[in-house]
């Protein structure tokens, strides 16, 4: 079978680049190029390209999968996105990345590259545990082995906070201006945090070099939404059958998407409104309804999913009984929410509730389950705070973090980087009853209001207890 190239004669239907992708030369340098990247930020950039022309190439760069890069290379770069909801499918090839290059084949290229005068921005899509986020400070976490890498080698890093410090650096020697950092992981105030980061790693190795990034650099917080689950065999065969060609880098998506943007660039940024990007002033209020409804409610279902043994988000959705349970989440979750500029938060969460019902989109509970520790403190924790410092109960976050720990405590697999510690906790808690609060006492875990709330902790025993 044919595979999907520049040479490919696409049917006329099916949607494809409109621009000279032959002129196309790079502009954005983007790390972590999994499915999320691919069905978001690179179409808002080929939708840009094809309304305003520009060097806004995307050079990908994954940081661990070499068979990624190798087949984006097979490829021309060229790949399917499918987008799928009840009223049927619609594929399109995305031309935008120009270069893909595999971190750990070829950091020397990556380097290169984020000194490259021509890249204006640097995206990131890495997920929440790569950034080496210290739970406690906030900080960088000197423990996390990638981190503790780059700290020693800063000129031959492995990490992302160590590739943007030392690509910094590079063009500080020589003299360049900065480029932009644009974090599009699901991280309050992302930003914020990944400028914290790097200025960390920079002064471990010279202040001068942390000065200049904290007077030079822009690190705009964005919120991206678009529900793209992991490609699965079938992902595959359904893109052959509409493109006609093999497409081993294909990826289905909702139709639904959505990214804002802070407007604080160091210098060029595409237009990426012309996919429909929204760049406003502050992204706070557009992040904390996405990341309190949306992804807490994610949460929610994928370990209602897990406990029911319901493998994909839709098939928890087709039970009744826990629609009931989301929306009583989502209602508590909106409670705890200023009002969002241009939002009508009713419709927006009956929105969440069709989009996790989407019949045709197959996103595995287990997936969403992963990484509760590092995910749950702004899906559930921090929302709970709020939610008591409002005079509430917070019993519904009470409730979904019960379902966490049921969830802990029955799986046969826990896929978290804090896996052992919190199976630990859990353990110990059986064991000593209700007394105990080691697992609340987890450091970085939840917030101290929340250690030190005696019936919100109760609730959550009480909780749990009935669940089992
Ligand atoms: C999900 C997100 O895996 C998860 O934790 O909640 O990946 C979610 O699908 C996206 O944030 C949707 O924009």
């Given at each position: 079978m044919e595979r999907l190239s520049a040479r490919t004669q696409l049917h006329d239907l099916i949607e494809s680049p409109s621009y000279d992708r032959q002129a196309l030369k790079p502009g954005i340098v983007h790390i972590g190029l999994g499915a999320f990247h691919r069905a978001h930020q690179a179409i808002y950039t080929d939708a840009a390209l094809a309304h305003a022309f520009g060097s806004w190439g995307i050079v990908g760069v994954s940081l661990r999968s070499m068979e990624i890069a190798q087949d984006m290379r097979a490829q021309n770069c060229l790949y399917s996105v499918v987008a799928r909801d009840r009223s049927g499918d619609s594929v399109r090839v995305v031309g935008s990345i120009v270069e893909a290059l595999a971190a750990n084949e070829d950091g020397k290229t990556v380097l290169a590259r984020l000194a490259d005068?021509?890249?204006h921005i640097v995206t990131l899509t890495?997920?929440?545990?790569?950034?080496?986020?210290?739970?406690?400070?906030?900080?960088?976490?000197?423990?996390?082995p990638a981190i503790a890498h780059d700290l020693k080698s800063p000129i031959s890093p492995v990490s992302v906070v160590g590739y943007l410090t030392e690509g910094l650096a590079r063009r500080r020697a020589a003299g360049l201006p900065p480029f932009t950092v644009l974090c599009c992981d699901n991280l309050p105030s992302n930003g914020r945090i990944v400028r914290r980061l790097v200025i960390e790693m920079a002064a471990a190795r010279d202040p001068a070099l942390a000065e200049w990034i904290s007077e030079t650099v822009s690190f705009p917080c964005s919120m991206v939404d678009r529900i793209v689950p992991a490609a699965t065999a079938e992902t595959r065969v359904r893109a052959e059958k509409l493109l006609g060609v093999e497409d081993r880098l294909s990826i289905e998506a909702e139709t639904f998407s959505q990214w804002v943007i802070e407007?604080?660039?160091?210098g060029e940024r595409p237009a990426w409104e012309a996919g429909g990007a929204l760049f406003v002033e502050n992204v706070e209020p557009y992040e904390k309804m996405k990341l309190r409804l949306l992804n807490g409610s994610h949460s929610l279902i994928a370990y209602l999913g897990q406990l029911q043994k319901l493998e994909f988000v839709r098939d928890v959705m087709a039970v009744p009984e826990n629609v009931a349970l989301v929306r009583r989440h989502m209602q508590a979750a909106v409670r705890t929410l200023d009002p969002v500029p241009g939002i009508d938060l009713a419709h927006y969460m009956d929105q969440l509730v069709e989009r996790f019902a989407n019949p045709a989109i197959a996103h595995r509970t287990q997936q969403i389950a992963m990484d509760g520790s590092q995910k749950?403190?702004?899906?559930?924790f921090q929302p709970a705070v709020d939610a008591l410092s409002g005079g509430e109960d917070a019993a519904e976050f009470a409730f979904a973090t019960a379902v966490w720990i049921a969830y802990l405590k029955q799986a046969e697999t826990v896929d978290d980087p804090r896996a052992k510690e919190l199976l630990k906790a859990v353990a110990e808690e059986m064991a000593a009853?209700?007394?105990?609060?080691s697992f609340f006492a987890?450091?970085?875990?939840?917030p101290s209001e929340l250690q030190a709330n005696r019936a919100w902790r109760e609730q959550v025993k009480s909780l749990l207890k009935s669940l089992q």
């Open positions: 005068p021509a890249i890495v997920s929440e545990k790569a950034y080496g986020i210290d739970p406690v400070n906030g900080g960088l976490d000197h423990a996390h407007d604080d660039f160091v749950l403190p702004q899906r559930l009853g209700d007394e105990t609060v987890m450091p970085g875990l939840f």
